[in-house]
């Protein structure tokens, strides 16, 4: 396998707050497959980070 094969695709999941109890099943849903990245601000952003980097 390749070195690009490995790498996953990577997803960012933009949502209004309404959404975010249907868009955590899709995270989770996306996560499990294995060649998916899902991005979701609650699981990939920690207290304090600066969000704009």
Known sequence: ???QAKRKL???LCHS???KPAL???YT?????GWID??????KLFPGQ???L
Do not use: G, Y
């Open 24 to 26: 955590r099943e899709i």
């Open 50 to 52: 600066d969000c704009d």
């Open 10 to 12: 990577k997803v960012f």
């Open 1 to 3: 396998m390749t070195a």
């Open 38 to 43: 899902p991005w979701l601000d609650e699981e």
């Open 29 to 33: 849903r996306l996560q499990a497959e």
């Open 17 to 19: 707050s309404h959404d």
